[in-house]
T-cell receptor, first 114, second 113 residues
Framework: SAVISQKPSRDICQRGTSLTIQCQVDSQVTMMFWYRQQPGQSLTLIATANQGSEATYESGFVIDKFPISRPNLTFSTLTVSNMSPEDSSIYLC???????????FGPGTRLTVT | QKEVEQNSGPLSVPEGAIASLNCTYSDRGSQSFFWYRQYSGKSPELIMSIYSNGDKEDGRFTAQLNKASQYVSLLIRDSQPSDSATYLCAVKRSGGGADGLTFGKGTHLIIQP
């Protein structure tokens, strides 16, 4: 299994600001993903992070709000832009070594927007 | 909308008994199925994956898949208090495009000592 780390583990941010979350995996994975888990809810896929190209976003998520980068196989960032209190969630990065196979999750970033 | 359905519980099971968790999915073309365990305040931990019809056993855990019925289940034998958690069923969608997972809302399992 892959070991995945995220920074920061938590943050409290002001409305209207942006936060960039970093995700690092310890081995070369083919696929990296970003999910959101709102309070008391299950996980929702935001996007697939593609190496060297634009991320693939799910319905309801747009690049202007959630820009994603993946400059190499083992590192990705998610930015939550122009934040509002509705963006308060846990943001999770996951990785899979091959398509169709197991995904492993990082510890998550707990974001509170005031 | 491709969905994954789980009973939210709570499901209360005596210690030492078998806990049975169920999940149905709507995407008939799905080929990959996963069970995650999530403790409160923690991220999901993968406990089982299953890709073909039938049973797959790993220690105290058995995953069962029936693609014709679009049904996947997880059995936990000899349940321990440490098994108390939310169990998330996840399905990889079929078709092209993104390869992420669709999650059910999770079943909250309580093992009573």
């Amino acid at each position: 299994s892959a070991v995945i780390s995220q920074k920061p583990s938590r943050d409290i941010c002001q409305r209207g600001t942006s936060l960039t979350i970093q995700c690092q995996v310890d081995s070369q994975v083919t696929m990296m993903f970003w999910y959101r888990q709102q309070p008391g809810q299950s996980l929702t896929l935001i996007a697939t992070a593609n190496q060297g190209s634009e991320a693939t976003y799910e319905s309801g998520f747009v690049i202007d709000k959630f820009p994603i980068s993946r400059p190499n196989l083992t590192f990705s960032t998610l930015t939550v832009s122009n934040m509002s209190p509705e963006d308060s969630s846990i943001y999770l990065c996951s990785g899979a070594q091959t398509m169709n196979r197991e995904q492993y999750f990082g510890p998550g970033t707990r974001l509170t927007v005031t | 909308q491709k969905e994954v359905e789980q009973n939210s519980g709570p499901l209360s099971v005596p210690e030492g008994a078998i806990a049975s968790l169920n999940c149905t999915y709507s995407d008939r073309g799905s080929q990959s199925f996963f069970w995650y365990r999530q403790y409160s305040g923690k991220s999901p931990e993968l406990i089982m994956s299953i890709y073909s019809n039938g049973d797959k056993e790993d220690g105290r855990f058995t995953a069962q898949l029936n693609k014709a019925s679009q049904y996947v289940s997880l059995l936990i034998r000899d349940s321990q208090p440490s098994d108390s958690a939310t169990y998330l069923c996840a399905v990889k969608r079929s078709g092209g495009g993104a390869d992420g997972l669709t999650f059910g809302k999770g079943t909250h399992l309580i093992i009573q000592p």
